[in-house]
């Protein structure tokens, strides 16, 4: 996912290191075979969802946006 507002890059993931990521939604740890980068924080795709529409951003495109401290769909963003 990408977050327009910040620049910075994911930190490498190994296969060895997945056992330790928490993830910023529901704060389990993430042991799936994919995982979100967004905010700086690593979500179970599940867990990143519009702040007004719960759509889950991983399903529907490969942006997601920020606005006052929420995460937005494209279309809510607009």
Do not use: E
């Not at 910075?8 to 928490?22: D, H, I, Y």
């Amino acid at each position: 996912m990408v977050n327009p507002g910040s620049s910075s890059q994911p930190p490498p993931v190994t296969a060895g290191s997945l056992s330790w990521k928490r993830c910023a939604g529901c704060g389990g740890k993430i042991a799936d075979r994919f995982l979100l980068y967004a905010m700086d924080s690593y979500w179970h795709s599940r867990c990143l969802k519009c702040s007004c529409c719960q759509a889950q951003l991983g399903d529907i495109g490969t942006s997601c946006y920020t606005k006052s401290g929420m995460i937005l769909c494209r279309n809510d963003y607009i």
